[in-house]
């Protein structure tokens, strides 16, 4: 079993400055089997959380349970854990094999026998059976993270902590190692805490994202929740690529508008209803601009913003707009045959159905779209979150 419960962690290193607080009561509940990516900037404390799961930092304060056993202050051999990170860490003068086998001899009663068919198997599993006589140097660096994987798998632990295992490869490899490593861990069915910067491998990997930053838990929720109702500002800005596009605005409730120096723009019923704010910051996504060279037979013409074209990017299957609106520059991510050039004036079109509000002040999500927030889902979202 490898259910985690994970109560106000909080890990303070010293140095000759001042404490750094890495991490700032954390709570978090894993359940057996779940594939949760913790996923933020670099020096957000991803590390710092895992290590301390992992039991090779002393926590400050707060407490770790394993399957309601409190290991807070157990060793790391004393958990059933199995790590992989970056940089493989395998031993260079042994094989594939006796890297595989090392933990098993060392952890282990079982017969040289056992251990032997069982590395067989996970070999055989990862498909580098071929590979077992080999040392780590004649290997390539998807090899040896195979391996490294390998050698965590034979283990058959509760738990798999990893940390940024695949950013030493390059970008295809990581691909399909991310596809991999997703089957491996669905039909192994064994709690895997994933630690990466990359919000890509965190959208398409993760049961559930836990984002983090500057210490402190943003948002805890299935990839789509944190997408379309990101808690703040930073999860909103963090997680979509390009990233979501803000300007600030102000509400004017009683002309049903929010204004920007640049453009006005309505309000639908639900949007402006109770906004405790007028200073909010209006968030749209790439994906979510469109645009027109003929606003006089729009549909929508109360929701097109002037803009000119400043730069394109085009990717093939789409191009990627950048627009300026006032002072401001805005992505929008349109059909790669749309023809938009440098200097173009076009109108770019914000539907009503996929904007989000901000407060200005605090970050907080406001509102998001045209429907009005699900008290459910939101309550659950809230209670994750740390006022930032
Ligand atoms: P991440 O893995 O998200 O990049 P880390 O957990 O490694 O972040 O680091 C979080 C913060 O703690 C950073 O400010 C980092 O500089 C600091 N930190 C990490 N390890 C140590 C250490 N051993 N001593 C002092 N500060 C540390
Ligand atoms: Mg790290």
New binding site residues.
């Given amino acids: 079993m490898g259910r985690i419960d994970i109560d106000a962690l909080t890990k303070e290193?010293?140095?000759p400055s001042g404490p750094?607080r890495?991490?700032e009561r954390l709570d978090l509940e894993i359940d057996d089997g779940e594939f949760i990516v913790l996923v933020?900037?670099?020096?957000?404390?991803?590390?710092?959380?895992l290590?301390c799961i992992a039991g090779l930092e002393t926590v400050t304060s707060g407490s770790i349970r394993f399957d309601g056993t409190d290991v807070t202050d157990e060793k790391p051999k004393d958990r059933d854990i199995a790590m992989v990170f970056q940089n493989y860490a395998l031993y260079p003068h042994m094989t594939a094999r006796e890297n595989m086998a090392f933990g098993l001899k060392m952890s282990t009663e079982l017969s040289a026998d056992e251990i032997e068919s069982r590395v067989e198997e996970v070999a055989e599993m990862m498909d580098i059976t071929e590979l077992l006589g080999d040392r780590p140097g004649e290997l390539s660096g998807g090899q040896q993270q195979r391996v490294a994987l390998g050698r965590a798998i034979v283990r058959d632990p509760d738990v798999f902590l990893m940390?940024e295992p695949l950013s030493n490869l390059d970008a295809k490899l990581r691909a399909q190692m991310r596809t991999e490593l997703q089957q491996l861990q669905n039909e192994l069915g064994v709690t895997t805490i994933y630690?990466t910067?990359d919000q890509t491998e965190a959208m398409t990997m993760g049961d559930r994202i836990v984002i983090?930053n500057d210490?402190q838990l943003q948002q805890v929720g299935t990839p789509l929740e944190c997408y379309h109702r990101p808690a703040n500002r930073f999860v909103a800005g963090f997680i979509g690529s390009p990233p979501m596009n803000f300007l600030e605005v102000k509400a004017d409730p009683e002309e049903g508008t929010l204004v920007n120096p640049a453009f006005t723009m309505p309000l639908s019923e639900s949007l402006a209803g109770d906004l405790d704010s007028t200073d909010l910051v209006l968030g749209i996504r790439p994906e979510h601009v469109s645009l027109t060279d003929a606003p006089g037979t729009h549909s929508e013409p109360e929701r097109l913003i002037e803009t000119e074209v400043t730069v394109t990017e085009p990717m093939g299957d789409v191009t990627n707009v950048y627009l300026e609106v006032g002072d401001e520059t805005i992505t929008g991510t349109v059909d790669g045959h749309v023809g938009a050039a440098p200097g173009e004036r076009l109108h770019m079109h914000v539907p009503a159905s996929k904007m989000h509000l901000f407060d200005a002040d605090s970050g907080r999500s406001v509102k998001h779209s045209d429907e009005p927030i699900d008290a459910g889902t939101l309550a659950d979202a809230d209670s994750q979150v740390e006022t930032v």
Wanted: proline content about 5%; some cysteine.
């Fill in positions: 290193y010293s140095s750094i890495a991490v933020g900037p670099s020096g957000c404390g991803k590390s710092t959380t290590r940390d630690v910067h983090l210490g």
